[in-house]
């Protein structure tokens, strides 16, 4: 056997191949290492990724119940406000009313006492037209110029 050629050729392949092998194999070691501590570098980064993106995703989702809680909170308080404003508004309707409704009795009591005043005012002049005509038709000429003397002398009298 160590005089056979062939167990020569095979033992120098061996240590060839074994020469050749060791390098590349550290070569292909160090690069499927190198590889291995990217893609956990890699898979770490993910799981950290997704972590800030699940604590994200809670914060707005609180962000959301926050929000929507304020909302309720604004469409209450606009709806008690519009429940008030309606109240207001019936108040001021009625006192606007019963204003107007004071207006115009005052306006028909005022017109009525006009009215009355009016007939008054004729019924006045009237009774002193008769009154004057009954004086002039009963009275004789003598006794209208004593009257017009005394009213004259009465008006002098009045002026100063």
């Keep these: 056997m160590l005089h056979d050629p062939a167990f020569w050729v095979g033992l120098a392949f061996v240590l060839v191949v074994a020469l050749i092998f060791r390098p590349l194999a550290?070569?292909?070691?160090?690069?499927l290492d190198g590889r291995a501590a990217k893609i956990r570098a890699q898979i770490e980064e993910a799981r950290k990724l997704r972590e800030d993106a699940q604590a994200l995703l809670a914060d707005y989702q609180k962000k959301q119940r926050d929000a929507m809680a304020e909302?309720?909170?604004?469409?209450?308080?606009?709806?008690q406000d519009a429940a008030r404003l309606k109240?207001?508004?019936e108040k001021d309707l009625e006192n606007a009313i019963a204003r107007r409704k004071q207006q115009a009795l005052d306006r028909i009591a005022q017109t009525e006492a006009q009215a009355v005043a009016q007939v008054r005012n004729t019924a006045v002049?009237?009774?002193l037209a008769a009154a004057e005509k009954l004086i002039i038709s009963s009275l004789d000429p003598a006794k209208k110029q004593a009257l017009a003397d005394k009213a004259i002398s009465e008006l002098q009298g009045r002026l100063n």
């Design 26 to 31: 550290k070569g292909v070691a160090t690069t």
């Design 71 to 79: 909302a309720e909170k604004i469409i209450a308080a606009a709806r």
């Design 87 to 89: 109240i207001d508004a």
């Design 125 to 127: 002049d009237l009774a």
